[in-house]
């Protein structure tokens, strides 16, 4: 027989076994099996696989597909500006911070014990980008996340009160296990904002945890609020169960600036 009558042959058996197999996956939702079946056939025969390595391989195919996309679905629902990760941040950067404490977080005790984490310094030293790769962590590590800057949270509320959704949208803000409000306290609270904020940070205490950035130090957030009384409340709570992590130097924008990097060059 010559050769290429038997990989004419070869390739209609794959063919058949594809056509038949095809509406069986897809009755048991596992179509996607199909896009790479053909290669790991190939690979089952050069191997010489027994059918229960052949079906472990095409399963852990399944599982690493279905994790990436669960992976890509809580990503986007937790609205990141973007993906940052530990491991790309810019350590040359001209900032100090304690990494003890950067690396105790970053284990994610202390979503299990239901406490908070607090980023201050100023503007543009990284503090959005650490919360995030916070995030990021915490939902492959399979906690829900929502990420928001503190001024579009307080839209939000003041909309849903027009809209008459305020229970909905506010219990969106309560029930991920990790909320990251970013940029708190660019300017002082108003009396229904520092309401809103008190009884969001009352329902949440040891309940879920928080991640704040603040360009103010936390000594400052007091004078933010409209009324102290609350504000003493809230933010007692706030403090007691967190990990307050400082971050000095100066503007890691600056160095991205076209002006700055013609300097360097």
Request: aromatic share 8%.
């Amino acid at each position: 027989m010559e050769v290429t009558t038997v990989v004419t042959r070869i390739k209609e058996e794959r063919m058949t076994t594809t056509s038949e197999l095809k509406p069986l996956l897809k009755r048991l939702r596992l179509g996607y099996l199909l896009n790479t079946l053909p290669e790991r056939l190939a690979l089952a025969r050069r191997d010489q696989m027994d059918y229960a390595a052949f079906l472990q391989i095409i399963l852990a195919d399944e599982v690493t597909r279905r994790n990436n996309r669960n992976l890509e679905m809580h990503l986007q629902k937790a609205g990141f500006d973007q993906v940052c990760r530990l491991e790309d941040f810019d350590w040359t950067a001209q900032m100090t911070v304690e990494r003890r404490l950067l690396d105790a977080v970053f284990s994610l005790d202390f979503i299990n014990r239901h406490e908070h984490v607090l980023f201050v310094g100023p503007v543009g030293v990284g503090k959005s980008f650490l919360a995030q790769a916070l995030g990021y962590a915490a939902v492959r590590a399979g906690h829900s996340v929502r990420f928001t800057r503190a001024d579009a949270f307080f839209r939000s509320l003041a909309q849903s009160r027009v809209d008459h959704t305020l229970e909905k949208t506010f219990r969106s803000f309560l029930s991920p296990d990790l909320l990251i409000l970013d940029d708190f306290g660019l300017q002082r609270l108003t009396a229904q904002q520092s309401t809103d904020l008190y009884e969001l940070i009352i329902a949440r205490h040891r309940q879920s945890s928080f991640v704040i950035t603040s360009n103010r130090a936390v000594e400052e957030w007091l004078g933010l609020f409209d009324d102290p009384i609350l504000g003493n409340s809230a933010l007692d709570r706030l403090a007691n169960a967190s990990y307050q992590i400082v971050i000095e130097g100066t503007s890691y924008r600056e160095r991205l600036s076209p002006h700055r990097r013609r300097e360097v060059c």
